[in-house]
């Protein structure tokens, strides 16, 4: 959310050091994110997933896992399967799965592969057509069977709608657990295999992935300060990217990974800067005397939205790398922030202030129009999924934060929320290489 200087609530400031960094550590599974739908597509297809054939605990777990991502997408109906023993080596009964109901079907199996790993294999049939979609395999281990079936849902998915799935991809967001301590956690899209990859005693936020997807730019206050750090997942090296008088907030990563726009007050007032991914190279993008906060890299590199103040109250506007004039992008109500642009540059989603509650909104870039998707009162901190076809939130539910992920057009809902924990600040990761 705007703030002078900062992009959350008011923090304390209470100094006190770092309590776990080097590599990523598990995180307790009570602790880990569980999804509620909320809202689903209007004509949701019928697909059946039979149950995948091979050692019982694996098939279970690999079953579990594609039926989940599909059905959480908001936009599969799960057609039972119970009582039919199916894998990819056999010849469907294309009318049998018809009087059930599915439009589609996949089966599938998972067995040794050789050399001591284990294989997922699967095909998919369209079943009006009486007629092969297409199938994959996957080597796959023990502890990796999750991420082998988010693959097969990514194929699946794709294969019945014609856009890339983003089950394999990955998020971050910060918990807070009692009075002080946060946790910047990473995890599968649905939330499972959550792991904690910062612990500290002090506020984390403004968490950003690279666009290569290994590393994390993130604002920690454990410097009695907002400092700017860039963690490397793989290792847990971190560096101090921006540490300048003042306050230091809002990083964003260009499209290419060598550079982020960040906010710095080091010369006075609130401004926009560009700067290395190591720390060099400090640039001045803005020069108004208001609040200028906020910036997002728009896909082709040569563009930052950022919101300001400077036309007297919070709107959003964009300027060129290159200089030129600042244009204001928002004119619809008095408040209007957080940019952050579509990955095909098609769309911007933005927090809008409306019926004195803070709700997502997305602008069509081309027609400029603009549709308010949530009715809550708390909305912060938007992400767009990898496919620009859904928006992650930070908002608040009987005084406790929870995570939301809404679709473009604002049908599909879900809610990711820990039992005991206030989550804020998601970033979703972008598609693995």
Avoid at 49 to 77: N, Q, Y
Wanted: a positive charge; proline letters at 6%.
């Amino acid at each position: 959310m705007f703030r002078p200087s900062l992009s959350l609530r008011g923090l304390s400031l209470i100094a006190c050091s770092v309590l776990a960094f080097s590599m990523l550590s598990t995180t307790p599974a009570n602790a880990e994110l569980t999804i509620e739908i909320t809202g689903a597509g209007a004509n949701r297809i019928p697909v059946a997933i039979a149950d995948f054939g091979g050692e019982p605990g694996s098939s279970r777990a690999l079953t579990s896992v594609v039926r989940g991502d599909l059905e959480h997408s908001g936009l599969f109906r799960m057609i039972d399967t119970t009582g039919v023993a199916i894998t990819e080596t056999t010849s469907p009964a294309y009318a049998d799965w018809k009087n059930r109901g599915a439009d589609a079907l996949a089966a599938g199996s998972i067995g040794p592969s050789g050399d001591g790993r284990q294989e997922a294999r699967f095909r998919l049939y369209d079943v009006t057509r009486q007629a092969p979609l297409g199938g994959a395999a996957f080597v796959t281990s023990s502890a990796m069977l999750r991420a082998a079936g988010h693959r097969i849902a990514d194929v699946i998915y794709e294969k019945l709608t014609g856009e890339p799935g983003v089950f394999s991809t990955r998020i971050a967001y910060v918990v807070k657990s009692g009075p002080a301590l946060y946790e910047l956690h990473i995890a599968d899209s649905d939330g499972q295999n959550a792991q904690a990859a910062l612990k500290s005693r002090e506020p984390i936020i403004s968490p950003t992935w690279s666009p290569d997807g290994t590393r994390l730019a993130y604002v920690s206050f454990e410097n009695k300060k907002p400092v700017i750090y860039v963690h490397s997942l793989a290792s847990g090296q971190r560096i101090v990217v921006a540490n300048f008088k003042g306050s230091n907030s809002a990083p964003a990563w260009s499209p290419d990974g060598r550079k982020l726009a960040v906010t710095l007050s080091k010369d006075g007032g609130s401004q926009i800067f560009t700067i290395n991914a190591d720390g060099s190279g400090v640039q001045r993008l803005t020069t108004n005397s208001g609040i200028n906060t906020e910036p997002f890299f728009a896909p082709d590199g040569q563009t930052i939205y950022f919101t300001s103040d400077r036309g007297g109250s919070p709107q959003i506007y964009r300027t060129s790398l290159n200089g030129g004039d600042v244009q204001r992008v928002t004119f619809e109500g008095s408040y209007n922030v957080s940019p952050r642009i579509s990955a095909d540059g098609k769309t911007m989603a933005f927090i809008s202030r409306r019926e004195n509650g803070f709700r997502l909104a997305v602008m069509d870039l081309a027609s400029r129009q603009v549709q308010i998707l949530t009715d809550s009162f708390k909305d912060e901190s938007p992400s767009f999924a990898p496919n620009s076809r859904m928006i992650l939130i930070a908002t608040e539910i009987g005084g406790r934060g929870v995570l939301s992920a809404v679709s473009v057009d604002g049908r599909i809902k879900q809610r990711l929320s820990i039992p005991a924990g206030d989550v804020r600040e998601p970033a979703w990761g972008p598609y693995l290489r």
